[in-house]
């Protein structure tokens, strides 16, 4: 098995303490105060002090190395230190989401082995509380946004009193467990250690080397999930810099506008929303803005194929120089207007889109990850970027192509990787870390890709996820799904055709832009009388085989759909907290429906 010789600090605790040398003053987390309207900065220095008090506060309840400290709360201040102050105990941070089951908690509290629970208010505790006890190894719990005996505040207090010094951990103790919430099955607990995290960390910053202590984001993404907690927390602590606290969804809009980021790190549906968004309003607006916008449209994508002839256009230029002042300027602007950079990743961005944004200034670079790898794997820079791709595999990494499921011939196969953030396995789960993991310490990471000649990534699909038709054609439908999804009409979309004679399409239509529809065209404004209607039915079945057709071949096409009126969500069961479909769940949900389409001529 390959070794390999790690960066230093190769720990998170040593490289907050790197920070803290050189930018104790520097604000550092932001939250949105709701009486002012502008977000309070709490800087390195101020936080460490909480660090270093509730390490204390933990070490006098008998937190001890290798324990589990587990926490369920949304992005904040508090999440972030008691992370870091279990760090500097030796002990395994283990985060729960807030907006999840109590089963789950339940089942991750049990698995992991938490010794103590921190909760945001006495809301959750009360579903919790009973727990001490219940579950053997879990001794205490602490509530955030209370002032009794078992608050978070009480136990600073101890700590404060009672301090203790930080250790520095070995890069091979185990940092946190982040359980996967999956597309199927019970959720995983994936073993990261220190040494994964660090190296992770310096691969980042050397993928993206124009970050600096002058970066900010609005953190939006979970840090439950690996790839909030590598590229919003612990990057940006590495590198001094700074991340607001976005206060809602709803909110990030105005967020965006108070808290003027510099980079954002998100995923693209994002993307996906505001280019259906600036679409719409441009098509109700007609008249000059919408010629602008089009010949701004126009001029940026003919300037990005003149410059890769090393060629330019006086006309084109001028062209898009106009429209970008009354039109584009004003986009950048709803970003905070300081925005040089996006990261997306976690989900297939389309290059119409990705190429859109880049002519208008704002550029996506596109990466890939996992959290079994801690999580980023490849990613796209400013001095390194190919539409479509995900980018170069990171530092210290080594991608292989397994062309044994899709055979010698096939462009494509199973990626797997090896370096030092791949995961020291799943918690508790022997045979699933045995099927994951290969004999030489390699990652099977269940996607099919592709590296072109000049080492670039492309990722084509999952493997479990392909299905084979009836006449022994296999479709990958994801590729399909993300093309749907840029009909204006269309939000979510699902393909399916598992042993079938052809595929279906299950849609959730954009109800902000169908109520409008129908509202202009005498349809049924009640949702599900409005996906009823044939004339509905109609127009999205015929936007897709238009969106679709030269892209795919006629067996991918899908030739009937199925509209529904609720979307998938993870309240629903359908999508996972990373905002991934659960494929199973979604043909659960609607089997009798789907197996109508099929028997219906």
């Not at 994964?196 to 910053?205: E, I, K, M, T, Y």
Request: charged fraction near 25%; aromatic fraction near 10%; charge should be negative.
């Amino acid at each position: 098995m390959q070794q390999y010789t790690l960066d230093k600090p190769d720990n998170l605790v040593e490289i907050l303490e790197e920070t803290l040398a050189k930018f104790s003053d520097r604000p550092w987390l932001g939250t949105k105060n709701k009486k002012t309207n502008q977000y309070d900065w709490v800087t390195y220095g101020e936080a460490a002090k909480r660090i270093d008090a509730i390490r204390g506060g933990f070490a006098k309840i008998g937190v001890q190395k290798g324990d589990g400290v587990s926490i369920i709360d949304n992005n904040s201040v508090e999440w972030a230190v008691c992370c870091y102050a279990s760090y500097g105990l030796g002990a395994r941070f283990i985060p729960m989401y807030k907006a999840e089951l109590v089963k789950i908690w339940h089942y991750i509290l049990s698995d992991s082995g938490a010794r103590v629970l921190v909760v945001r208010d006495r809301e959750i505790y009360e579903k919790v509380k009973n727990w001490v006890g219940e579950i053997p190894t879990l001794k205490n719990i602490f509530i955030i946004e209370d002032d009794g005996p078992e608050s978070l505040a009480e136990l600073e207090k101890l700590g404060a009193a009672n301090p203790v010094p930080a250790i520095h951990p070995h890069p091979d103790d185990i940092a946190g467990l982040i359980y996967t919430s999956g597309t199927t099955g019970d959720p995983k607990g994936v073993l990261l250690s220190h040494g994964n995290f660090s190296s992770n960390v310096h691969a980042c910053r050397k993928n993206q080397p124009t970050l600096d202590d002058n970066t900010r984001t609005l953190s939006f993404l979970p840090w439950a999930h690996s790839y909030g907690q590598t590229a919003e927390l612990n990057t940006l602590i590495s590198l001094g810099a700074s991340a607001g606290f976005a206060e809602s969804p709803q909110t990030i809009v105005d967020d965006l506008l108070l808290v003027k980021p510099t980079l954002l790190v998100a995923v693209p549906r994002i993307f996906n929303r505001v280019y259906d968004g600036l679409h719409s309003m441009m098509k109700e607006k007609g008249g000059l803005a919408k010629t602008l916008f089009d010949m701004g449209k126009e001029a940026g994508q003919k300037k990005r194929e003149l410059a890769k002839q090393g060629k330019s256009s006086a006309l084109t230029n001028l062209k898009f120089k106009i429209a970008d002042t009354i039109v584009f300027s004003k986009v950048r602007q709803k970003f905070g207007g300081n925005l040089q950079m996006t990261i997306s990743s976690s989900a297939a961005l389309s290059p119409n889109i990705a190429e859109f944004f880049f002519d208008i200034g704002l550029p996506i670079y596109e990466a890939w990850g996992m959290t079994e790898i801690s999580p980023a794997g490849s990613g796209n820079n400013p001095d390194s970027y190919r539409i479509g791709s995900v980018g170069k595999p990171m530092d210290k990494m080594t991608f292989v192509i397994d062309k044994t499921e899709t055979g010698p011939d096939s462009r494509d196969g199973e990626l797997i990787i090896y370096g030092p953030n791949v995961m020291k396995g799943y918690h508790n789960k022997p045979s699933e870390t045995a099927e994951t993991m290969t004999a030489d310490g390699g990652l099977r990471t269940g996607d099919r890709a592709y590296i072109d000649n000049d080492g670039f990534v492309y990722i084509t699909g999952r493997i479990k996820e392909q299905f084979k038709l009836e006449n022994g054609k296999f479709v990958f439908p994801a590729a399909i799904e993300e093309e749907v999804k840029l009909i204006p009409y269309i939000e979510f979309a699902m393909v399916y055709g598992l042993n079938m004679p052809y595929t279906v399409c299950l849609i959730y239509p954009d109800f902000l832009v169908m109520d409008k529809y129908a509202k202009e065209n005498g349809l049924p404004a009640d949702h599900e009388e409005m996906i009823r209607d044939p004339r509905v039915e109609k127009l999205i079945f015929d936007a897709m085989q238009e969106q679709l057709k030269d892209k795919f071949g006629t067996y991918e096409i899908p030739k009937k759909i199925l509209l529904i009126s609720e979307a998938f969500s993870v309240d629903n069961g359908t999508l996972t907290q990373t905002l991934k479909l659960k494929r199973r769940a979604v043909v659960q949900k609607y089997q009798e429906a789907i197996n109508r389409l099929y028997q219906e001529n």
